[in-house]
Nanobody
Framework: QVHLVESGGGLVQAGGSLRLSCAAS?????????VGWFRQGAGQEREFVAA????????RYADSAKGRFTISRDNAKNTVYLQMNILNAEDTAIYYC????????????????????WGQGTQVTVSS
């Protein structure tokens, strides 16, 4: 069974940093065509944050994440990371890891329906 577990969330002051981890079991991280990070704030829709392809060569970021967040994968550790820097209050949300084995095009790696497997999320709270 595919299982994704997020960790690394917590309370941080504005301007601080956090590194989120997405640990996979049941399948190797290398088997996923794409792994993405999404977030959902209170009363908000789930939105795309960042994604990475199987090779790790291609990444995509939401405009809000560009220059501040970095997604990476470590196949040996079966883990995908999201390094988040210069956090602000708008980053407060539950962050979810998502994965898919097959994706028709990298053009759709930013959308929620493109992913088949989701973790339970980890809370990130940024205080001002």
């Amino acid at each position: 069974q595919v299982h994704l577990v997020e960790s690394g969330g917590g309370l941080v002051q504005a301007g601080g940093s956090l590194r989120l981890s997405c640990a996979a079991s049941g399948r190797a991280i290398s088997n996923y065509a794409a792994v993405g990070w999404f977030r959902q704030g209170a009363g908000q829709e789930r939105e795309f944050v960042a994604a990475i392809t199987r090779s790790g060569q291609n990444t995509r970021y939401a405009d809000s994440a560009k220059g501040r967040f970095t997604i990476s994968r470590d196949n040996a550790k079966n883990t995908v990371y999201l390094q988040m820097n210069i956090l602000n209050a708008e980053d407060t949300a539950i962050y979810y890891c998502a994965a898919v084995f097959n994706m028709a095009s990298e053009a759709i790696m930013t959308t929620v329906p493109s992913y088949d497997y989701w973790g339970q999320g980890t809370q990130v709270t940024v205080s001002s």
